[in-house]
């Protein structure tokens, strides 16, 4: 009997989360035991609201391919978090929507989050003898996935990062006779993945940035400004990548120590980024000239250097997922099995989601060196097969072409 | 007899503005009346304490050609005004330096302050009947420059902010259940031109950004907020884009309004952006979810998205200079002559260096509509055509490959 499948994306958006989507539809409609495909308007928040669409129609025309190298989220995204306890009313909603719908597959693309509403709507689906499958597909520019080598979307994060760095440190180099400091802040609460990919923009050995700061190990703020003082010595225009999330290793993040300062005109506090803080710091001990630069939300929803192995990557997690449901598989997140970094070959496989949701990977501590100012070489042999290929983008009087809801 | 040419850069940096330096050595190299061509190290700054290197000696290397691609200022920038005073002693000291050198020609690439120091020389050279050759090649993101139809570096700029705040309206729009406003804050003090471009990011009429302010325009704070209620009606994510120069037409930027606020842990002034202003304003007054976004330092440095007519046009430009100076202009700036748009197509000319200098072109009052909220149709056919057309890059292990002194 034939049975609908139904996707949606939830967390933040990646370059590739709808290569993801991408896989999941086109694998979907050639399927003989699967008849519609229904796409979650914002994730399951908005599907409790009844906002779906039937995605699959989308393969009559360009748009599904064009849905491809779109970033964002197609479909919307949500942050919502289903209800611990699984005698909440909230499920047999949800259920009661499904089987209306004939859903035999269930697809969520997402984060550690999104893997905590997969593992619950299957533990639900075993508990009352609901034979939907129910599969993560992993997205997150964090990389912070337990489970797999790594997660769709930060290949292409990480490029755009180590592309970046390399122009800001060009810019940053231009009055060389000056001395300089330029604190580039990364995204990264937790996890310091995507802050460590600012080393493959060193052209050369000792090159910018010659100073990187992960959240995995406790910052001090003494030995940052010795460092620096050291380090401008022999390059005068210093660029310093940090995490978000740099911390003191005692639970405080260092933009908090700038935090209780600053109210603007309507009486709120202004909220400092670890970046400002440190340019701030950085002037008041050092007194040369110092700028902070925050990378923008562009590190998750850029297409400018989308990675070719990424984008294919993302693309196949989501028709392995449509292979694992129809075989069978629920409860289950795909993976990626590195198999060798030289040449780069990576298999597929299943981990059950519930070891995996509500989890971060760090950075291993080994790769951190220098007193937690720079990162190891093993990292490069580890990121930099990820950053590959070139994508050719659709584009219309000159500005990449997007797919988008009407 | 055989003269040597000397070439700078100077201001901030572009995406084209090593194309255009390309564009004067490549083209110097073939001419039989020059012999050497010197690059001066950080403008004529650095010149003046003898930095200066043997630019046309790259020929011999591929260096060059990964020149022409290269953004930021592969010779490096100053930011140094020559006195008034013509009979200042630096004068007699640079002329004795141009003489030992034996130069004939000097290039200075550069946007109205870079045009002064030309103007400056060619004066000073007129005045003691010294026979070298001044001429200046423009450029600038701003595209302020007067008595040309735009400038080098607008065109990959324009297109930069374009995508960039595509990318960013559409990570704006993923939790499209809730409302939000995000504010981006565009470079540009006293010129629009920049902000504008971000028209060219609309899918469809209609789309984000809905709101574009201009610096050209006083800014009503309030009229802003009625402007942002009225638009969230029919736009629940919108997209509003700021030149950071946008003033109240009293003299007073946006951003000054808050400058006097906050403090940071070290006793200074915390400056804050326009953009950072007006998210607080839209907190206070509307109350809806809201973030500001500077656009970075990416702007003139990125060369993700380098127009091939830009490019082109740099590198005509320096071109175009090596001949002018040889045919025996001097005091002269290399100009730009649209002479249609649809198809576009451009001439080179020349235009008194002394009227370009330390004067700013704004855009259009009639292209700044809807009570300064908008810009009008007329702006497309203006600044398409020049971002036009893809540049392939260079890369290496994925990342493009900079070209940098050694």
Redesign the interface.
């Known amino acids: 009997m034939k049975k609908n499948i139904i996707v949606g994306?939830s967390g933040g958006?990646t370059a590739v989360i709808n290569g993801s989507l991408y896989g999941v539809v086109s694998e979907g409609l050639k399927q003989t035991g699967v008849c519609r495909i229904y796409g979650m308007i914002?994730g399951i928040?908005?599907f409790l609201h009844d906002?779906y669409m039937d995605i699959g129609a989308l393969d009559s025309t360009n748009e599904l391919e064009l849905v491809r190298t779109?970033?964002?989220?197609y479909l919307?995204?949500?942050?919502y978090k289903l209800p611990e306890n699984l005698n909440d009313p909230v499920y047999s909603q949800l259920f009661e929507k499904f089987d209306e719908k004939d859903i035999g597959y269930f697809f969520y693309i997402g984060g550690n989050d999104s893997m905590d509403t997969v593992s619950k709507l299957s533990r639900y689906a075993a508990k009352t003898g609901s034979d939907i499958r129910f599969i993560g597909v992993p997205k997150t520019i964090d990389n912070d996935l337990v489970e797999t080598d790594h997660t769709p979307g930060y290949g292409s994060a990480a490029?755009y990062v180590?592309?970046?760095v390399?122009?800001?440190a060009?810019?940053?180099?231009?009055?060389?006779?000056k001395q300089s400091v330029t604190i580039v802040e990364v995204m990264g609460r937790h996890a310091g993945w995507l802050t460590a990919a600012s080393m493959?923009?060193r052209?050369f050995e000792g090159d910018n940035p010659v100073l990187i700061y992960l959240p995995e190990v406790a910052f001090d703020q003494d030995a940052f400004i010795e460092k620096v003082k050291e380090c401008l010595k022999t390059t005068p225009n210093l660029v310093v990548c940090i995490s978000e999330g740099i911390n003191d290793g005692r639970g405080t993040f260092i933009c908090e120590?700038?935090s209780d300062?600053?109210?603007?005109?309507?009486g709120?506090k202004?909220l400092?980024g670890s970046g400002k803080?440190l340019e701030?710091?950085v002037?008041?001990k050092i007194g040369v000239k110092v700028r902070s630069?925050?990378?923008?939300?562009?590190q998750?929803?850029?297409?400018?250097?989308l990675?070719r192995v990424d984008l294919d990557e993302a693309v196949n997690a989501g028709i392995y997922a449509v292979h694992a449901a129809l075989e069978g598989a629920t409860g289950k997140m795909i993976t990626f099995v590195r198999n060798k970094s030289v040449p780069y070959e990576l298999s597929y496989g299943t981990a059950d989601v519930n070891i995996i949701c509500n989890k971060e990977k760090p950075v291993p501590a080994e790769w951190i060196i220098n007193e937690g100012s720079d990162i190891s070489d093993a990292f490069i042999d580890y990121a930099?097969p990820l950053?590959?290929?070139?994508v050719e983008l659709p584009?219309k009087?000159?500005?990449?072409l997007?797919a988008?809801r009407r």
Chains 1, 2 share one sequence.
């Not at 060009?170 to 006779?177: L, S």
């Not at 950053?387 to 070139?390: L, R, S, V």
């Open positions: 994306q958006p914002n928040e908005g906002h779109t970033p964002g989220a919307g995204s949500c942050r490029k180590a592309t970046v390399r122009e800001i060009t810019d940053a180099t231009v009055y060389d006779n493959l923009a052209k120590y700038a300062v600053g109210i603007d005109n309507f709120h202004m400092t803080y701030n710091l002037k008041e630069i925050e990378l923008n939300v562009c998750r929803c850029s297409c400018a250097h990675a930099r950053t590959q290929g070139y584009t009087n000159g500005i990449p997007f988008y």
